[in-house]
């Protein structure tokens, strides 16, 4: 039995990533193409050095700080998810590019930034909630 795979993905930025699927989608049949997804990011609350490493499980961004951000209902997401991130009130969101990543806004209590903001953090994993294909 599948417990989770780990996704290995471009954003469209071209910036390499690895994509904890845990739920899991399954999505081996669509290797090598483009799907839309609906990823939550999670942001490491240690703001970035020259020491800090860029790996495709833990990525150094940069993006926008948008404020709060309500997810589309387009998007179907597990009841998995719902009940282990229960406890987040709302989301917030941080732009890079053209996509916009869910955050915990409790994850940028030791970033001095405010809305509008462009910033550059480490990413303490990405997690695939709900996809589609194009």
């Given amino acids: 039995m599948i417990s989770n795979f780990w996704i290995q993905t471009k954003l469209k930025s071209g910036k390499e990533v690895i994509i904890l699927d845990e739920f899991p989608f399954d999505l081996r049949e669509f290797e090598n193409q483009e799907i839309e997804c609906l990823i939550y990011l999670m942001i490491s609350r240690v703001p970035i050095t020259e020491s800090t490493k860029d790996e495709p499980k833990n990525p150094i961004l940069t993006g926008k700080y948008i404020g709060k951000y309500k997810i589309q209902k387009k998007w179907n997401i597990p009841e998995y998810f719902k009940l282990i ?10 732009q890079i590019n053209d996509d916009i990543f ?4 409790n994850s940028l209590k030791y970033h001095s930034i405010q809305e509008g903001d462009v910033f550059t953090f480490k990413s303490i994993g990405l997690e695939l909630w709900a996809w589609e294909p194009i």
């Fill in 85 to 94: 991130y229960d406890h987040i009130p709302e989301y917030h969101g941080i």
């Fill in 102 to 105: 869910p955050i915990n806004p």
